[in-house]
């Protein structure tokens, strides 16, 4: 796995990563308390998503926001042929990294780091509230700018920075696959009541997301929806806060 330049200076994807004819992407979509972390009732309470994306070939993926049960998420990767080779994560809150949250002790990429060695891959204004979290040192994290690259094998991974839920809440955009975290579901947003919150930050980056193309679909951090998933057009007609 390796970190690229921005988007602005890598250039154009050399392909649709995500094309049903291209075997190379593997992209998976799990739910807390259902595909893992069955009988955790806090995790079937959350119905958190986590994602995993990498490159059949090589073997490679890296885990998005793997919380709850780490050592499940790398065994069902596993199954799949697959090695977890990085975590990215969307923001700092403990039910999609690991933490504490109302009173219970979520496992996350700590637990994930004592079974695999792996960069863990976080916005850079987003670090501090990551190790404050999940007790994670720095030297652990990866930090990321607006529009980095991460390249798992032959797939990229592109890292929108999407403050407002969180000062460094970000999405991933791999091929047409929006992976939202808690910036936007389907049928809302995310709060920003929470501490580092911003209601204006994350106006701004709705408007950046409703830029998107709406052939691209979007795989949000949570299952708040009967749909787990849904293209960008339809999104941008049946979402009140994109209007």
Known sequence: MTVGCPLSCAGAYARRVDDPNDERFYFRQLLSGRDFAVGDPLAAQMVNFVYAIGDRTTGECVLVDPAYDPAALVEA????GMTVVGALATHYHADHIGGSIFGHDIAGITGLLEIVSCPIHVQRDEVPWVTRTTGVEADSLVAHEPDDVVRVGDVEVRLLHTPGHTPGSQCFLA?????????????????????GGDADLLATSLRRLATLDDAVVLYPGHRYSIASHATMGAVKESNPVLA
């Open 77 to 80: 990767v596993g199954a799949d």
């Open 175 to 195: 091929g047409t696959k929006l992976i939202s975290g808690d910036t936007l579901f389907l049928e809302g947003c995310g709060r920003t009541d929470l501490p």
